[in-house]
């Protein structure tokens, strides 16, 4: 399987040069050359559990990975999840299923691409006897995601930067208590808005970059969407007969890469009925998928910090799609989009996508409603997709994070304070972080005393 650019000006790479390079040389992003059709494998998959299931996947798109080390790269990757199905699927009530996804190191959905993304890169280290450094940006979840991708791992070391006292203190120690050598959290004195920033001038040095064999840790890497293909595969074999072909898949999504990889995986030949775009206040997707029109608004800081984003990246591969993967259209969309900030979209497939909005207002009631209804507690981000669900029609709710995450909100909305024994240990390790100015020089002489 070769990887094309949605910007159409870079020539196709393998797998594994796609993975590294992140973006596509010509800004677009990589998407596979062609989606496979599943369709008939899908009675022989059904039993299947998770860890094989993946291998299977992703040897479709992994080409250039030998069979057994994309085996032994996917078994370490969910080894570190805390249940054996990795992403198991609940049922609440007739017809209405929860798809946790939390049960990673990180108790974040994020852990599902990232961990894969980590035993990636390490094992193309080893392979090419070189060493990777990576670099990112974190308003939390990400960042503690990714350092707990590259962790201890050979080869490797990453930094992540990240707005001083505007993480959660958890979220910070998940990052600075690792106690691995090769993981750097940096507190910057400054916005996220700044991280990214510095980030953006380090990365446009091509001497630097290529110096530290510089690698970004963002949304846009095809080997995450990929992952995320997978536990919908997973949940929708897994769901009864007579419900597979009505039921919904709802989806707490920002940066649409969640959402998008559910819908690749429709494109494949799984007959999923469709998805409902769950956003928070930050609603640029409800507003594209009620009225057509993609307008970048300014972000509104949310309870759903994770969902708090007003320019979807992943959107492009969408739009990839729906423009008939056109490379020179999409440019022309992105080139108006960056000048005017909005785009009108008429392409999009509007039965296949619902989409519904939920307020800072009512986050809290909505994680109240549900705890009643069902003695279930929801995180802020699965609770947008709560509100609103429909419940004439079977659901998929993905619930992207663990709610002990969140204390203080869920404490506010129900009285009570979930907790979960990786969180507790945490308050009781030491944390190793920088605190550092948000300048371009002084964080590049930080990287170049710790490079590996
Ligand atoms: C990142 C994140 C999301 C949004 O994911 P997208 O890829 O932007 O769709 C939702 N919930 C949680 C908890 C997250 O960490």
């Known amino acids: 399987m070769r990887y094309v650019s949605t910007r159409g000006l870079a020539p196709p790479v393998g797998f594994s040069e796609a993975v590294a390079a992140g973006l596509a040389p010509d800004g677009g992003l990589f998407v596979p050359e062609f989606l ?31 069979a057994p080390e994309l085996g032994e790269v996917v ?14 699927l609940l049922e609440l009530s007739g017809g209405l299923h929860v798809l946790e996804l939390f049960h990673g190191p990180t108790l974040a959905f994020k852990d599902l691409a990232l961990q894969l993304l980590g035993n990636l890169y390490a094992r193309q280290c080893a392979v090419r006897g070189e060493t990777i450094n990576v670099l990112g940006a974190t308003s939390g979840d990400t960042g503690a995601a990714a350092i707990h991708g590259l962790s201890g791992k050979t080869g490797t070391a990453i930094f992540i930067l990240y707005p001083d006292g505007r993480v959660s203190p958890l979220q910070e120690r998940q990052m600075a208590c690792t106690g691995a050598a090769n993981v750097h959290a940096l507190a910057l004195s400054g916005s996220f808005d700044d991280a990214q920033a510095v980030l953006k001038a380090l990365f446009a040095d091509g001497a630097f970059r290529s110096r530290h064999r510089l690698s ?14 997978v536990y919908y595969l997973h949940a929708w074999l897994r769901l009864p007969a007579a419900e597979r072909r009505t039921a919904e898949f709802v989806v707490p999504t ?7 990889a559910g819908w690749m995986l429709q494109k494949m030949g799984v007959p999923i009925h469709g998805f409902r775009v769950a956003t928070n206040q930050n609603d640029i997707l409800h507003r594209l998928f009620t009225s057509g029109d993609y307008q970048v608004g300014a972000v509104r800081p949310s309870l759903a910090p994770s969902m708090d984003i007003q320019v979807a990246s992943n959107f492009e591969r969408f739009m990839y799609y729906s423009l008939g993967r056109d490379g020179d259209r999409v440019r022309a969309v992105m080139a108006e989009i960056a000048s005017k900030g909005r785009y009108r979209f008429s392409g999009f497939d509007r039965d296949t996508f619902s989409s519904s909005r939920c307020t800072d207002a009512e986050i809290p009631e909505v994680i109240r409603q549900v705890y009643r209804a069902y003695g279930y507690i929801v995180d802020p981000h699965t609770a ?25 909100t869920i404490r506010a909305a129900i ?22 100015v948000a300048d371009a020089a002084a964080i590049r002489g930080f990287i170049e005393s710790r490079a590996i």
């Open 384 to 408: 947008c997709a709560f509100k609103g669900l429909d419940p004439s029609r079977p659901s998929v709710v993905l619930a992207t994070a663990h709610p002990a995450k969140f204390p203080e």
């Open 415 to 436: 009285g009570v304070e979930p907790t979960h024994p990786s969180l507790e240990a945490l308050k009781g390790l030491p944390m190793v972080r920088h605190k550092i």
């Open 36 to 66: 496979p059709d599943l369709s008939g494998e899908l009675a022989a998959l059904g039993a299947l559990p998770y860890p094989e299931l993946c291998a299977r996947f992703l040897g479709r798109f992994a080409t250039d990975i030998p």
């Open 216 to 229: 970004a840790v963002n949304s846009i890497n095809i080997a995450r969407i990929l992952a995320q293909c």
């Open 75 to 88: 078994a370490r990757s969910y080894g570190a999840f805390d249940r054996p199905e990795v992403a198991p």
């Open 254 to 260: 920002g940066n649409f890469g969640n959402v998008l």
